[in-house]
């Protein structure tokens, strides 16, 4: 099976949820951020996602050199990343899996 149609039902679940929880929360993302940074236990949780979204970032950029694409065309996924990290590559996979590799 293809990794968007294996990509496509968690983005669209995440993305529900996500967009649903930012909606009732008492509180903007950036205090939540700083909230989960103010304690050891749940920052050692949010650095370990910011380094798999890192990789995540990296991957996407070698599959846009792959492809052929330019890395301007990647950015937008990392800036997805960046704020909502799972997003990100599973727009990616969704979107860009549809490509076929240039040559």
Do not use: H, N
Not at 34 to 57: F, G, H, I, K, N
């Amino acid at each position: 099976m293809r990794a968007r149609y294996l990509a496509l039902p968690p983005l669209m679940a995440f993305t529900l949820y996500t967009g649903w929880t930012l909606l009732i929360t008492e509180q903007s993302l950036l205090a939540f951020g700083l909230e989960l940074m103010s304690r050891p236990d749940t920052a050692q949780v949010v650095v370990d996602l910011y380094l798999m979204a890192a990789l995540a970032c990296m991957w996407m950029v070698t599959d846009t050199r792959a492809r052929g694409g330019a890395l301007i065309g990647v950015l937008p996924y990392m800036l997805i990343t960046l704020v909502f990290v799972s997003i990100g590559p599973l727009l990616y996979l969704v979107i860009r899996g549809a490509e076929r590799k240039k040559g």
